[in-house]
C-alpha cells in the first residue's frame, strides 16, 4: 500500500457541476431579461404613441389617401359631344392651374416673405440689411413671374367664362349656356385673388422687408453716379435698375391684387363690360355664396365658411371693376357681415380686416357708409377680442369635452374589423373623419384671431389666456395625431366611403340619365345634358382625384339645365359630394387645419406654458404636443431665401426654445429631486415639517417615466437628464468634499431606489486628502510650501509653522501615498523634477552666500582659530566667539523684518532640508 493517498477521480458526481451550471444559467437568464427590457425600452420610445413628439414629414413611408391621376385631361373629358369637351376641358385645366399656382404660393412664397429679417439684423441700415435683400433679391424674380402669371390665368378664366356666357352668340359651335352655372370655376377664381390679396397683405405689414427695399434702392442710385468705382457696366445697371423698378411697382407697393382685376384683359374688356350674362352669373355666385356664408357664420366648426367670405369679398372687388357696377343690396349685405367678422387669418400672423378691404377698394360704394358707421367697426372689434378673450377657458372647456368625445368614438369605431362594415358604419365613420376636422378647423380659427389681434392690438394676455391658447394647441395637436396613428384604418375606411358615396351620386345621376332617356324630343341641350351626365359617371366611376373630381362638377353644372334634378335630389347630391370632396382631401385639409407655424410669432407664451406645466407636476407629456407644433415652425422655414444658410434659422429657433425648456422643466426637476434626496438622507437633523399629509407631497416618478420626446434634431430623455445630471454632482461636490462620499453615495443608492435612477459610481478614494494638500499643489507652489511648512525628524511628517486657526495642518507619507493613488504614478516624474529644480535654486544661492567676501573673510578667521585652539577648547567652538560672529553679521544689515544675513541663510538651509524631505517622501511612497 503506498504511503500516498491518493484521491478517488472516477465517473461519480457530487453534484458540484450541476450547482455551477445552474448558478450561470441563472446569471445568464438575469442577463437575457435586461437586454430584453432595454430593447423594448427603446423599441417603445421610437414606437408611435400617445406621449410621442412625432413629425409625419419624418416617417419612413408616408400614407396618401388621395390618389395619383396618371390620366390626361383630355381623355378624362371625352364624350362624344366635342364642343361640350373643349368647354370642359379649358375651365377644368384653368381650375387646375389654380390649384397648382396656391400649391406654390404656400410652399415656396408665403413663407419666404413671412420669415424674411427673421435670424439676422432687423434694422433698417447697415451692410447685413444689404446683403439680405441681396440674397433675397432673386426670389423677388421669381413672385414676379409668379405674380404675372396669375394675372394671365385670372384674365384666362375671365375671357372663357365670358366667352361661354355670352348670349350674342347662338351659332351652332357654341354650348347654350342659358342655365349653366359654373359655380365651381368662380370658387377657383375667388382662391387665386384670394392669393394675391395675402401677397399684398405680407408685404404691406413687413416693415423691415421695406426698409430694406428702400436702403437697397439708395445704394443702387449712389453706384449709378460712378458705376466704374465698383467695377460694373453702366449698361448692365440700367437694366439692373429696370427690373429693381419694374419689382417695386407691381411687388413692394401691395397692389398686386388691385392691378390684377383693373388689367385690361388684352383688350377685352369692353366686351366683357357689356356682357349682361357674365354680369348676371356674377351676382348669382355672390348671392349664393353669401347666402350660404350667412347660413354657416354661427357655425363655427365649418371648416371653409371663413375662406368662403374672403372669396366673396374679392370678386365683389373684381366684378365691380369688370361691369363698373354692384348690387346695392349684395355690397350692404357685405358690409352687415364684415361687422360680425373682425378679422381674418390669412397666413402666419398675417391678418386681414374686411372693412379695411371695402373702404380701399370700393371706395365709391363705401360713400354709402357713414362714418360713425365705419369706427363702430374698429370697436366692434376691441369688444370681440375682449370677449373672446374672457370666454377662452369655456370655449376650451367646450372644445376639451367634445375632442375627448370625439378620440373615444374614433377608438371605439375603428376596432371593428372591415368584414363587418355595414352602410351605416361606413355613415358613420364619414360623419367621425369630417367631425375631426371640423374640430380642428374651429380650434386653429380661434388660436389664430386671438393670438394675432393681441398683438395687433399691442393687448397683453392675461396668464389665464395664455394657458388656454396652450391648451388648445395641445388638443389640435392631438386630433392630428389620433388620425395618424390610425392612419391605416382611415386609409381603408376612406377607399370604401369614397365608393360608397360616389354610389350614392351615381343613383342619383342614373335616374337622372333615365329620365333624359325616356324623353323623345331631342334637342341640342338635351344633348349636351345627356353627354354631361354620361361624364360626370364615367369621371366618378374611377378614383377620386382631383381631376376627376373637378370634371365631375363641372360635368353636373351644365347637366343642371331644365331642372334635370328635382330640388331634394339636387341637395341630396350637393351633400354628398361635399362629403366626397372632405374625405378626398382629408389629408390636405388636415394639415392646413392643424398648422400651428403661426407660433414662431407668438413664443412669448412659452416661458408661462412651462412654468405652469412643471408647477402642476401633472401631465407633463403635455410637453410633447408643444414640441410638435413647434415642428410645424420648421417646415414653414424650408421657403427661407433671404439668409446664405437658411437652415441657421431653424438652429436659432431650437436653441431658443430647448433653453426654455431647460430653465422652467428641466433645471428645476433635477434641483428639486436632488433636494428631495438631501433631505431623506439628512432627515436625522432638525428639519421643516415634511408631513405629505399637511405639506403634501411631488410625485416625481411620472415624468421620470416620460418616453423621450423628439425635440427638432434631438430625443430628449427625461431620466437621462437627470441621471446625467445626478452624476454630474455626485462626482463635483465629492471630489469638492471628499469626507462627504458616505452621504452621496446614501443619495445614490436612495435614487435608485426611490426614482429608478442609475447613477455611475465615481470611484473616488474615500477621504484622501481631507487634511493635507495635494502633491501636485505642493509641486506647483513648493516654495510656498517650503516657506509655511516644517519638517519633523523623529515622526516624520510636514508641519506648518503657524496658522490662523486653531489647528496646524500636517502631511506625512499617507496623504502622499493618497495623490499619488488618485493621480497615477505618472507624477512621480514631475514631483521629482519640480523638486530638483527647486534645490538647484536654493544651492545656487547658498554656494553665492559662502562665496561672499564679507561672509568668507569671517569664516575663515574663525576656522584659522579654532585649528589654533583646538585643544583648548576640547573640539568646541565657543558660544562667545559664535555670538561675537552673529553680532558681526548683523552689523552688514539687517531686513524690514529684522533678519539679518545669517538668519536668511538659516532660512534657506530649512528650505532646502524640506525639500530634500519632500523628494525622500515620495521616493519612499
Same mark, same amino acid.
Given at each position: 500500500?503506498?504511503?500516498?493517498?491518493?484521491?478517488?477521480?472516477?465517473?461519480?458526481?457530487?453534484?458540484?457541476?450541476?450547482?455551477?451550471?445552474?448558478?450561470?444559467?441563472?446569471?445568464?437568464?438575469?442577463?437575457?431579461?435586461?437586454?430584453?427590457?432595454?430593447?423594448?425600452?427603446?423599441?417603445?420610445?421610437?414606437?408611435?404613441?400617445?406621449?410621442?413628439?412625432?413629425?409625419?414629414?419624418?416617417?419612413?413611408?408616408?400614407?396618401?389617401?388621395?390618389?395619383?391621376?396618371?390620366?390626361?385631361?383630355?381623355?378624362?373629358?371625352?364624350?362624344?359631344?366635342?364642343?361640350?369637351?373643349?368647354?370642359?376641358?379649358?375651365?377644368?385645366?384653368?381650375?387646375?392651374?389654380?390649384?397648382?399656382?396656391?400649391?406654390?404660393?404656400?410652399?415656396?412664397?408665403?413663407?419666404?416673405?413671412?420669415?424674411?429679417?427673421?435670424?439676422?439684423?432687423?434694422?433698417?441700415?447697415?451692410?447685413?440689411?444689404?446683403?439680405?435683400?441681396?440674397?433675397?433679391?432673386?426670389?423677388?424674380?421669381?413672385?414676379?413671374?409668379?405674380?404675372?402669371?396669375?394675372?394671365?390665368?385670372?384674365?384666362?378664366?375671365?375671357?372663357?367664362?365670358?366667352?361661354?356666357?355670352?348670349?350674342?352668340?347662338?351659332?351652332?359651335?357654341?354650348?347654350?349656356?342659358?342655365?349653366?352655372?359654373?359655380?365651381?370655376?368662380?370658387?377657383?377664381?375667388?382662391?387665386?385673388?384670394?392669393?394675391?390679396?395675402?401677397?399684398?397683405?405680407?408685404?404691406?405689414?413687413?416693415?423691415?422687408?421695406?426698409?430694406?427695399?428702400?436702403?437697397?434702392?439708395?445704394?443702387?442710385?449712389?453706384?449709378?453716379?460712378?458705376?466704374?468705382? #465698383?467695377?460694373?457696366? =453702366? !449698361?448692365?445697371? +440700367?437694366?439692373?435698375?429696370?427690373? *429693381?423698378?419694374? /419689382?417695386?411697382? &407691381?411687388?413692394?407697393?401691395?397692389?398686386?391684387?388691385?392691378?390684377?382685376?383693373?388689367?385690361?384683359?388684352?383688350?377685352?374688356?369692353?366686351?366683357?363690360?357689356?356682357?349682361?350674362?357674365?354680369?348676371?352669373?356674377?351676382?348669382?355666385?355672390?348671392?349664393?355664396?353669401?347666402?350660404?356664408?350667412?347660413?354657416?357664420?354661427?357655425?363655427?366648426?365649418?371648416?371653409?365658411?371663413?375662406?368662403?367670405?374672403?372669396?366673396?369679398?374679392?370678386?365683389?372687388?373684381?366684378? #365691380?371693376?369688370?361691369? =363698373? !357696377?354692384?348690387? +346695392?343690396?349684395?355690397?350692404?349685405? *357685405?358690409?352687415? /357681415?364684415?361687422? &360680425?367678422?373682425?378679422?381674418?387669418?390669412?397666413?402666419?400672423?398675417?391678418?386681414?380686416?374686411?372693412?379695411?378691404?371695402?373702404?380701399?377698394?370700393?371706395?365709391?360704394?363705401?360713400?354709402?357708409?357713414?362714418?360713425?358707421?365705419?369706427?363702430?367697426?374698429?370697436?366692434?372689434?376691441?369688444?370681440?377680442?375682449?370677449?373672446?378673450?374672457?370666454?377662452?377657458?369655456?370655449?376650451?372647456?367646450?372644445?376639451?369635452?367634445?375632442?375627448?368625445?370625439?378620440?373615444?368614438?374614433?377608438?371605439?369605431?375603428?376596432?371593428?374589423?372591415?368584414?363587418?362594415?355595414?352602410?351605416?358604419?361606413?355613415?358613420?365613420?364619414?360623419?367621425?373623419?369630417?367631425?375631426?376636422?371640423?374640430?380642428?378647423?374651429?380650434?386653429?380659427?380661434?388660436?389664430?384671431?386671438?393670438?394675432?389681434?393681441?398683438?395687433?392690438?399691442?393687448?397683453?394676455?392675461?396668464?389665464?389666456?395664455?394657458?388656454?391658447?396652450?391648451?388648445?394647441?395641445?388638443?389640435?395637436?392631438?386630433?392630428?395625431?389620433?388620425?395618424?396613428?390610425?392612419?391605416?384604418?382611415?386609409?381603408?375606411?376612406?377607399?370604401?366611403?369614397?365608393?360608397?358615396?360616389?354610389?350614392?351620386?351615381?343613383?342619383?345621376?342614373?335616374?337622372?340619365?333615365?329620365?333624359?332617356?325616356?324623353?323623345?324630343?331631342?334637342?341640342?341641350?338635351?344633348?349636351?345634358?345627356?353627354?354631361?351626365?354620361?361624364?360626370?359617371?364615367?369621371?366618378?366611376?374611377?378614383?377620386?382625384?382631383?381631376?376627376?373630381?373637378?370634371?365631375?362638377?363641372?360635368?353636373?353644372?351644365?347637366?343642371?339645365?331644365?331642372?334635370?334634378?328635382?330640388?331634394?335630389?339636387?341637395?341630396?347630391?350637393?351633400?354628398?359630394?361635399?362629403?366626397?370632396?372632405?374625405?378626398?382631401?382629408?389629408?390636405?385639409?388636415?394639415?392646413?387645419?392643424?398648422?400651428?407655424?403661426?407660433?414662431?410669432?407668438?413664443?412669448?407664451?412659452?416661458?408661462?406654458?412651462?412654468?405652469?406645466?412643471?408647477?402642476?407636476?401633472?401631465?407633463?407629456?403635455?410637453?410633447?404636443?408643444?414640441?410638435?407644433?413647434?415642428?410645424?415652425?420648421?417646415?414653414?422655414?424650408?421657403?427661407?431665401?433671404?439668409?446664405?444658410?437658411?437652415?441657421?434659422?431653424?438652429?436659432?429657433?431650437?436653441?431658443?426654445?430647448?433653453?426654455?425648456?431647460?430653465?422652467?422643466?428641466?433645471?428645476?426637476?433635477?434641483?428639486?429631486?436632488?433636494?428631495?434626496?438631501?433631505?431623506?438622507?439628512?432627515?436625522?437633523?432638525?428639519?421643516?415639517?415634511?408631513?405629505?399629509?399637511?405639506?403634501?407631497?411631488?410625485?416625481?416618478?411620472?415624468?421620470?417615466?416620460?418616453?423621450?420626446?423628439?425635440?427638432?434634431?434631438?430625443?430628449?430623455?427625461?431620466?437621462?437628464?437627470?441621471?446625467?445630471?445626478?452624476?454630474?454632482?455626485?462626482?463635483?461636490?465629492?471630489?469638492?468634499?471628499?469626507?462627504?462620499?458616505?452621504?452621496?453615495?446614501?443619495?445614490?443608492?436612495?435614487?435608485?431606489?426611490?426614482?429608478?435612477?442609475?447613477?455611475?459610481?465615481?470611484?473616488?478614494?474615500?477621504?484622501?486628502?481631507?487634511?493635507?494638500?495635494?502633491?501636485?499643489?505642493?509641486?506647483?507652489?513648493?516654495?510656498?510650501?517650503?516657506?509655511?511648512?516644517?519638517?519633523?525628524?523623529?515622526?516624520?511628517?510636514?508641519?506648518?509653522?503657524?496658522?490662523?486657526?486653531?489647528?496646524?495642518?500636517?502631511?506625512?507619507?499617507?496623504?502622499?501615498?493618497?495623490?499619488?493613488?488618485?493621480?497615477?504614478?505618472?507624477?512621480?516624474?514631475?514631483?521629482?523634477?519640480?523638486?530638483?529644480?527647486?534645490?538647484?535654486?536654493?544651492?545656487?544661492?547658498?554656494?553665492?552666500?559662502?562665496?561672499?567676501?564679507?561672509?568668507?573673510?569671517?569664516?575663515?578667521?574663525?576656522?584659522?582659530?579654532?585649528?589654533?585652539?583646538?585643544?583648548?577648547?576640547?573640539?568646541?567652538?565657543?558660544?562667545?566667539?559664535?555670538?561675537?560672529?552673529?553680532?558681526?553679521?548683523?552689523?552688514?544689515?539687517?531686513?524690514?523684518?529684522?533678519?539679518?544675513?545669517?538668519?536668511?541663510?538659516?532660512?534657506?538651509?530649512?528650505?532646502?532640508?524640506?525639500?530634500?524631505?519632500?523628494?525622500?517622501?515620495?521616493?519612499?511612497?
Amino acid at each position: 500500500m503506498s504511503g500516498i493517498l491518493e484521491w478517488d477521480c472516477g465517473d461519480e458526481e457530487d453534484g458540484t457541476h450541476k450547482i455551477a451550471g445552474e448558478v450561470q444559467l441563472r446569471t445568464y437568464r438575469k442577463f437575457l431579461d435586461e437586454y430584453s427590457s432595454q430593447l423594448r425600452g427603446i423599441e417603445e420610445a421610437l414606437d408611435e404613441s400617445i406621449s410621442d413628439t412625432w413629425d409625419i414629414s419624418r416617417d419612413p413611408i408616408a400614407l396618401k389617401f388621395l390618389p395619383h391621376e396618371q390620366t390626361s385631361l383630355l381623355k378624362l373629358v371625352d364624350t362624344d359631344n366635342k364642343i361640350l369637351n373643349k368647354v370642359l376641358t379649358v375651365l377644368a385645366a384653368l381650375s387646375i392651374e389654380v390649384e397648382k399656382l396656391q400649391d406654390e404660393a404656400r410652399s415656396k412664397y408665403f413663407g419666404a416673405l413671412l420669415f424674411y429679417g427673421e435670424g439676422g439684423t432687423t434694422g433698417s441700415s447697415g451692410v447685413d440689411a444689404q446683403m439680405s435683400i441681396s440674397h433675397f433679391l432673386p426670389f423677388l424674380q421669381e413672385m414676379f413671374c409668379f405674380v404675372t402669371r396669375c394675372e394671365q390665368v385670372v384674365c384666362q378664366i375671365v375671357k372663357q367664362m365670358s366667352a361661354v356666357h355670352d348670349s350674342t352668340k347662338s351659332t351652332p359651335g357654341f354650348i347654350s349656356a342659358s342655365d349653366v352655372h359654373f359655380q365651381v370655376v368662380f370658387e377657383h377664381l375667388g382662391d387665386l385673388l384670394v392669393m394675391l390679396i395675402t401677397f399684398d397683405e405680407i408685404i404691406s405689414s413687413h416693415n423691415v422687408l421695406v426698409d430694406h427695399w428702400l436702403l437697397y434702392k439708395r445704394t443702387v442710385k449712389s453706384v449709378q453716379h460712378d458705376p466704374s468705382k #465698383f467695377g460694373i457696366d =453702366g !449698361s448692365k445697371l +440700367k437694366l439692373f435698375e429696370r427690373i *429693381i423698378h419694374e /419689382i417695386e411697382e &407691381k411687388l413692394m407697393k401691395g397692389t398686386i391684387f388691385q392691378h390684377c382685376v383693373e388689367q385690361s384683359f388684352d383688350e377685352t374688356k369692353s366686351i366683357i363690360c357689356k356682357n349682361a350674362q357674365l354680369s348676371e352669373e356674377f351676382s348669382l355666385y355672390l348671392r349664393g355664396s353669401l347666402s350660404d356664408f350667412e347660413g354657416k357664420l354661427h357655425d363655427q366648426l365649418h371648416s371653409d365658411n371663413i375662406h368662403l367670405w374672403i372669396k366673396g369679398c374679392a370678386l365683389c372687388v373684381l366684378n #365691380f371693376n369688370l361691369f =363698373g !357696377s354692384l348690387d +346695392k343690396k349684395i355690397f350692404k349685405q *357685405i358690409w352687415d /357681415i364684415s361687422k &360680425k367678422i373682425p378679422a381674418v387669418t390669412l397666413v402666419g400672423n398675417i391678418l386681414w380686416f374686411p372693412e379695411t378691404f371695402l373702404l380701399a377698394r370700393l371706395p365709391q360704394l363705401c360713400k354709402m357708409i357713414d362714418k360713425k358707421t365705419q369706427q363702430a367697426v374698429q370697436s366692434n372689434r376691441q369688444s370681440y377680442l375682449q370677449t373672446k378673450a374672457s370666454n377662452l377657458p369655456k370655449e376650451l372647456q367646450l372644445y376639451y369635452f367634445q375632442t375627448c368625445s370625439w378620440m373615444i368614438h374614433m377608438e371605439t369605431n375603428l376596432q371593428q374589423p372591415s368584414d363587418q362594415w355595414k352602410f351605416d358604419d361606413l355613415y358613420n365613420r364619414c360623419c367621425l373623419f369630417l367631425q375631426g376636422l371640423q374640430y380642428a378647423s374651429g380650434i386653429s380659427r380661434l388660436l389664430k384671431t386671438v393670438t394675432n389681434l393681441h398683438v395687433y392690438t399691442s393687448k397683453p394676455m392675461t396668464k389665464t389666456a395664455v394657458l388656454a391658447i396652450c391648451r388648445l394647441i395641445e388638443l389640435l395637436k392631438g386630433i392630428q395625431h389620433m388620425y395618424h396613428r390610425h392612419c391605416m384604418s382611415v386609409a381603408e375606411s376612406a377607399n370604401h366611403i369614397v365608393q360608397h358615396l360616389s354610389y350614392q351620386a351615381l343613383k342619383i345621376i342614373s335616374a337622372a340619365k333615365k329620365n333624359i332617356i325616356q324623353d323623345k324630343r331631342y334637342s341640342e341641350k338635351r344633348l349636351d345634358i345627356l353627354s354631361s351626365l354620361l361624364l360626370a359617371e364615367s369621371a366618378l366611376n374611377g378614383p377620386g382625384t382631383k381631376e376627376r373630381r373637378l370634371v365631375m362638377h363641372l360635368a353636373l353644372s351644365t347637366a343642371n339645365q331644365m331642372k334635370t334634378f328635382k330640388e331634394e335630389e339636387i341637395n341630396m347630391l350637393n351633400s354628398i359630394l361635399f362629403r366626397l370632396d372632405s374625405i378626398c382631401d382629408l389629408q390636405d385639409k388636415l394639415t392646413l387645419a392643424c398648422d400651428c407655424s403661426f407660433l414662431y410669432w407668438h413664443r412669448v407664451i412659452l416661458p408661462v406654458y412651462l412654468a405652469n406645466i412643471y408647477e402642476s407636476h401633472a401631465d407633463f407629456h403635455r410637453v410633447s404636443y408643444i414640441c410638435c407644433a413647434l415642428q410645424d415652425c420648421i417646415l414653414a422655414m424650408k421657403s427661407v431665401r433671404h439668409l446664405p444658410y437658411p437652415g441657421d434659422l431653424k438652429i436659432t429657433l431650437e436653441s431658443d426654445v430647448y433653453k426654455l425648456l431647460e430653465s422652467k422643466i428641466l433645471i428645476p426637476f433635477c434641483n428639486d429631486i436632488e433636494t428631495d434626496l438631501r433631505l431623506h438622507v439628512h432627515s436625522h437633523l432638525q428639519l421643516d415639517d415634511r408631513n405629505p399629509f399637511r405639506v403634501g407631497i411631488n410625485n416625481f416618478v411620472p415624468m421620470l417615466r416620460l418616453r423621450p420626446l423628439r425635440f427638432f434634431e434631438r430625443y430628449i430623455s427625461i431620466k437621462g437628464y437627470v441621471e446625467h445630471y445626478l452624476n454630474q454632482m455626485f462626482y463635483n461636490l465629492t471630489t469638492v468634499a471628499l469626507h462627504d462620499w458616505k452621504t452621496y453615495g446614501k443619495m445614490r443608492s436612495l435614487a435608485k431606489h426611490k426614482f429608478d435612477l442609475t447613477t455611475v459610481d465615481d470611484y473616488l478614494p474615500s477621504q484622501t486628502l481631507d487634511q493635507g494638500l495635494d502633491v501636485l499643489e505642493i509641486m506647483r507652489n513648493i516654495h510656498i510650501f517650503v516657506s509655511k511648512y516644517l519638517y519633523n525628524l523623529n515622526n516624520q511628517f510636514f508641519i506648518e509653522k503657524s496658522s490662523n486657526n486653531k489647528h496646524l495642518n500636517t502631511i506625512n507619507i499617507r496623504h502622499i501615498a493618497n495623490s499619488i493613488r488618485t493621480h497615477g504614478t505618472g507624477i512621480m516624474n514631475t514631483t521629482v523634477n519640480f523638486t530638483y529644480q527647486f534645490l538647484r535654486k536654493k544651492f545656487f544661492i547658498f554656494s553665492q552666500f559662502m562665496y561672499d567676501e564679507h561672509i568668507k573673510s569671517r569664516l575663515i578667521k574663525d576656522l584659522r582659530f579654532f585649528r589654533e585652539n583646538r585643544t583648548q577648547l576640547d573640539q568646541k567652538f565657543s558660544y562667545e566667539r559664535a555670538e561675537k560672529f552673529n553680532r558681526g553679521i548683523r552689523k552688514l544689515g539687517i531686513t524690514e523684518d529684522g533678519l539679518s544675513y545669517l538668519d536668511q541663510f538659516r532660512n534657506l538651509i530649512t528650505h532646502i532640508a524640506v525639500g530634500e524631505c519632500v523628494h525622500t517622501c515620495d521616493s519612499r511612497s
